[in-house]
């Protein structure tokens, strides 16, 4: 088994103290007890102590002299400022902020320098005349092993080797149900023992609970906390699906308004209902020739700031399922200058805290939340999701209300240990391996590129029109291919790159294909991407005609609240009429659901919305598209497609949303 590395870089602009320095600390860490892999390395400027935190993911914390204040220059004799003590760490905590940073002093200075120092992310201070080298030491490494303690994994994995006999739930009873059994023994063999054995429930006190936790689980929500740049983090087994439900019942009072991306994923539509919030929908920007959904234009978003200053929520998707980032500082300042709290869906971005490539993050722009799918881009097991507070005003008793109504009382105890896991991985080797996957999709863009035939989009491909001018940036790790003229339609191409090449992608469009580049994407991976598209570009196929869906109808009028239509009984009506002709009928009547086609996964009605024909006109192409798309809310009478919409009684004894 692989052991860690970890590096700590030492700081001094005398070379004789400072090689004294780094021989002091790396003999204690030979002589004491070293299961973390301590080694010291030193420079003496802080532009060498830049460079080598920027190369280095192995280091973990950094010792920074405060004689910093008195830099000398490299020419002989000079005594020109180079760099302040204070100046230093801000730099190292703006561009690593996971790192600890501690500061050696003199001690008649201790109270000036510490002063200096106060509100910045320092751990701790070392007097530089004492030179207790196993001192410092034993406190740089307790420190690192805090930052190594998963308190959940710890206290399941002890409670798994402690072999209890189960008298609790699960049935499987650690799997012994299934263990002997020769109809299921081979679904205990596939996942094996330790699955099963650590597969327990809330009777086993010592692994705490997550609906009110104090023990374990709790600390390590707060560790995860500090290292995601929280006030507070919560642990969610439901997904981010269930994250959004929560903060929107938390923060939504029944007919506050909401104002929402009308491209947010489904769980946000979903939360509106629930919450019976007044929605204001907010259509997002379209790139037309890659049918890629953006971001919603800055200008609406501030318009309707202005415009519905009584909003008590702002919630918006960052980054995009295909990598575009907001500029989210400008927003949020609005949103705040005007009462409303902002809520970031980053479902796709839970790594970003971790390089400085990809921040700042939404906690980092001022947002009051932020969820996390932990699971889609990080090393947690699937549905597990984190929850982000900076709210100020966070009401705790009654977001622990909330997360109780939705959170199962039966956890899945595996996801909750991954979630502790996937924390401490990003702490202490996000930066690693998050420059890893930068350069492996640099390599990649270059390759595809080489082919040809495929190319790969960048920002100004993918922008659109109405976004160009809004300071939109791109996540590099969603690789967007324009596949066009590979000869294929997007159906082929993915059939053979899985049948052939045995390579899942992760979405498309009708001429693109979206490639996700993890902390897991290793080169052989990149290796066997590359030859498979080089081999098909070698085919030297014609370009084929590919044809587009019709663009989604811009947002109708809402005229009801979603929460009193989605709960009214309703009324089916073909969305087709005896002549198999879009049936006129439905115009102007309101639904009662809401129509997903997926892909792309937007809303193209919501409950308490009104119909117009071009609606309909969608939803028909919809169903009658070659390409297979699932229209999510349809409801089928026998073999004819139908939507519930509202009775004329029950829109009679609805209230009507004032305009």
Known sequence: MKKPVSRILVINDEKLVLKE??????????????????????????????????????????????TLYTLKNAEKGSRSLQMTALELVQKINRFRPELNIYILI????????????????????????????????????????????????????????????????????????????PWTNDFYEFFGEHIFRADLSVSVPMLDSLMEPTGVIAE?????????????????????????????????????????????????????????????????SVNKKF???????????????????DARVLILTNCTYDGLRYDLSPIIQAAHAKGIKVIIDEAWYGFARFHPAFRPTALEAGADYATQSTHKVLS??????????????????????????????????S?????????????????????????????????????GVFRVLELPDLLPDEVKHDNIQLDPTKV???????????????????????????????????LLFTIGTTRSKVSRLYDALMRIAREGRAPRRLYQSPQIPYFTDLKYLPRDAFYCGGELM??????????THLTGRVCADQITPYPPGIPVLVPGQTITQDVIHYLVCMLRSQKRVEVHGIVYDGYLPCLRLLTLPEEKGLKKLVK
């Open 380 to 413: 947690a097991f699937s549905q597990s999701s984190m929850i982000h507070v900076n709210d100020p005003d966070f009401n705790e008793h009654l977001f622990r209300e909330n997360f109780n109504m939705h959170t199962s009382t039966s956890p899945q105890y």
């Open 574 to 583: 073909p969305l087709l009429d005896e002549q198999e002709q879009e049936n």
């Open 21 to 66: 320095l780094i021989k002091g600390l790396n003999a204690a860490a030979k002589s004491l007890e070293n299961p973390l892999g301590i080694s010291f390395i030193g420079v003496t400027t802080a532009h060498e102590s830049l460079q080598a935190i920027e190369a280095d993911g192995d280091i973990q914390a950094v010792v920074v002299d405060d």
């Open 220 to 284: 390590a929500q707060k560790i995860a906390a500090k290292a995601f740049g929280a006030r507070r983090t919560f642990f969610a087994t439901n997904g981010t699906s269930t994250a959004n439900k929560v903060i929107f019942q938390t923060l939504l009072a029944p007919g506050e308004k909401l104002l929402l991306d009308r491209n947010c994923h489904k769980s946000v539509h979903h939360g509106v209902v629930l919450s019976g919030a007044h929605p204001i929908y907010l259509d997002s």
């Open 106 to 181: 003199a001690q008649e200075q201790e109270d000036e320098v510490v002063d200096a120092l106060f509100s910045e992310t320092v751990d701790g201070y070392f007097y530089r005349e004492e030179r207790d080298y196993r001192g410092m030491y034993r406190i740089l490494n307790a420190q690192l092993q805090e930052k190594a303690r998963t308190p959940f994994y710890d206290q399941l994995k002890n409670y798994v080797l402690m072999a209890k006999d189960a008298w609790h739930t699960p049935g499987h009873s650690s799997g012994d149900s299934l263990r002997d059994s």
């Open 480 to 514: 967007t291919v324009d596949i066009s003229r590979c000869g294929y339609t997007v159906e082929e191409l993915i059939q053979e790159l899985f049948e052939r090449y045995n390579i899942q992608v992760e979405k498309s469009t009708f001429n693109t294909l979206t």
């Open 415 to 451: 996801m909750i240990a991954s979630l502790d896991v996937a924390r401490k991985q990003a702490m202490l080797e996000g930066y690693k391996l998050l420059s890893r996957t930068l350069e492996l999709a640099k390599e990649v863009r270059m390759q595809i590129n080489s082919t």
């Open 291 to 309: 049918s890629v959904y953006g971001p919603v234009p800055k200008q609406t978003l501030l318009n309707a700031i202005e415009k519905h200053p």
